[in-house]
């Protein structure tokens, strides 16, 4: 029997990554993301190793709603939104990212915006590998994108520690290798033990697939991806290394807003944070939002139900510098520089690049919609710089603190 990764992502606490050819999205290899005088120097061996492979095209697809209800013999019901992202580079190689949410006791009131729910556990599963594309014969507007085995797999969980497979320790080889037991009396009982980033990887890499996309779009179809029965002999374990040193994942975020009685209408909005430092001064901090209405969590049964509204990765790229919290060692404040680059993916929206601007993204990002007198929309067509787009998006400046030994990052809050 196959296992379907939908289901396992938020329970895969020991995923683990492998190397690749390709430096991720998540890493910048521009001079405009490149480290500053504060980073660390770089090796002769790590400049080698990290190949400055460009990004094409990036990709968002609609989220999955899974809703779980143990009511009434336990007073527990969980919701999972659950959404993919694809990264293209220009040497034939690809990031592919499955972004899961999970929360509890979610509270929708019908009068006022005081909704509530209890984040459980957040994860971003990267996959590495090759790919070969072709435009789709009956409509050339889809490309037909075909991932091969992933030959490495980058995990982050707020309920678990940092895994990478290109960069395995000792510490992810103990915890991808041990597992809970209960023993007679139900208590739970840590057995230790160990496994290598090639076995964990055969154990969780998907098989070969394809997927459809709509570049003028950025659109991908969610997929499942599956794990072959038995693992996945075919995924073979990459050593090159893209300088990453260490990766953290927040607790998630949850907003609610409701707007009736006035319109029948109202959204819940659920978020998280990963940050990525690499060993050159250089950071990568992604925010993922997953945006529903209409949902709705019935007492009895799991059939509840939600309307995708918008999924998004936005990527900003800068520089870092850390240090050991003084009061508590175990806490690395880190200091991120403002956004020197910006990519988005939105499953609305085009996707957007600021070191590999374009003529469409110019003319997406300078366009709006306006109403007439009759309340019907109308395109205004404009353009705009990426310098612009950067300018009016760019995150600013900001301290942040991390739990390395967990790979736990304090959810950043950004002032207006």
């Known amino acids: 029997m196959k296992k379907l990764l939908l289901l396992a992502v938020p329970m895969m606490l020991g995923i683990v990554s492998?190397?690749?050819?390709?430096?991720?999205?998540?890493?910048?290899k521009s001079n405009d993301a490149a480290g500053s005088s504060a980073a660390a120097p770089v090796s002769e061996d790590s400049q080698a190793e990290a190949k400055a492979a460009k990004l094409t095209q990036g990709f968002s697809s609609p989220?999955?709603?899974?809703?779980?209800?143990?009511?009434?013999?336990y007073n527990y019901y969980?919701?999972?939104?659950?959404?993919?992202?694809l990264d293209l580079f220009d040497d034939?190689?690809?990031?592919?990212?499955?972004?899961?949410?999970?929360?509890?006791?979610?509270?929708?009131?019908?009068?006022?915006?005081?909704?509530?729910?209890?984040?459980?556990?957040?994860?971003?599963?990267?996959?590495?590998?090759?790919?070969?594309?072709?435009?789709?014969?009956?409509?050339p507007e889809i490309l037909s994108v075909s991932l091969a085995d992933p030959s490495r797999i980058v995990a982050f969980s707020d309920a678990a520690a940092f895994y990478d497979t290109a960069n395995w320790t000792d510490a992810m080889s103990k915890a991808a290798g041990s597992h809970i037991e209960y023993d007679e009396n139900y208590q739970q009982h840590l057995v230790e033990g160990e496994k290598s980033a090639a076995d964990y990887l055969k154990e969780n890499a998907f098989a070969a697939m394809d997927i459809e996309a709509v570049p003028s779009?950025?659109?991908?179809?969610?997929?499942?991806?599956?794990?072959?029965?038995?693992?996945?002999?075919?995924?073979?374990?990459?050593?090159?290394?893209?300088?990453?040193?260490?990766?953290?994942?927040?607790?998630?975020?949850?907003?609610y807003m409701n707007h009736r009685p006035q319109y029948n209408?109202?959204?819940?909005?659920?978020?998280?944070?990963?940050?990525?430092?690499?060993?050159?001064?250089?950071?990568?901090?992604n925010l993922y939002t997953s945006t529903f209405s209409g949902v709705v969590l019935p007492e009895e049964g799991s059939d509840g139900t939600g309307n995708e509204r918008e999924n998004s990765q936005f990527t900003s790229f800068g520089t870092y510098t850390s240090a050991e919290d003084e009061l508590d060692p175990e806490i690395l404040a880190v200091s991120?520089?403002?956004?020197?680059?910006?990519?988005?993916?939105?499953?609305a929206a085009a996707f957007y690049d600021t070191d590999n601007w374009t003529a469409a993204m110019s003319k997406a990002a300078g366009s709006h919609i306006e109403y007439d007198e009759n309340y019907q929309q109308h395109l205004v067509e404009g353009e705009k710089t990426a310098?612009?787009?950067?300018?009016?998006?760019?995150?600013?400046?900001?301290?942040?603190?991390?739990?390395?030994?967990?790979?736990?990052?304090?959810?950043?809050?950004?002032?207006?």
Do not use: H, W
């Open 78 to 85: 969980t919701t999972t939104f659950v959404f993919e992202t």
């Open 217 to 255: 779009q950025g659109k991908i179809d969610f997929v499942a991806p599956v794990v072959p029965e038995g693992g996945n002999a075919k995924a073979k374990l990459s050593t090159e290394k893209d300088g990453l040193v260490n990766g953290f994942s927040s607790a998630g975020q949850f907003a």
């Open 18 to 28: 492998c190397g690749t050819s390709t430096p991720t999205s998540s890493a910048p």
């Open 265 to 285: 209408y109202y959204t819940t909005t659920f978020a998280m944070q990963t940050l990525e430092t690499y060993e050159d001064g250089s950071y990568a901090l």
């Open 336 to 347: 991120l520089s403002e956004s020197k680059r910006l990519v988005v993916r939105n499953d």
């Open 92 to 139: 034939n190689t690809y990031q592919f990212n499955v972004i899961s949410m999970t929360f509890s006791g979610v509270v929708l009131p019908e009068e006022g915006s005081d909704g509530s729910g209890n984040e459980r556990e957040n994860s971003v599963v990267r996959y590495y590998g090759t790919y070969t594309s072709a435009e789709d014969e009956l409509d």
């Open 63 to 73: 989220a999955q709603f899974a809703y779980m209800n143990a009511r009434p013999q």
């Open 387 to 416: 310098a612009e787009y950067l300018s009016e998006n760019k995150l600013p400046a900001v301290e942040a603190e991390a739990v390395p030994t967990q790979g736990k990052l304090d959810f950043i809050v950004f002032a207006d």
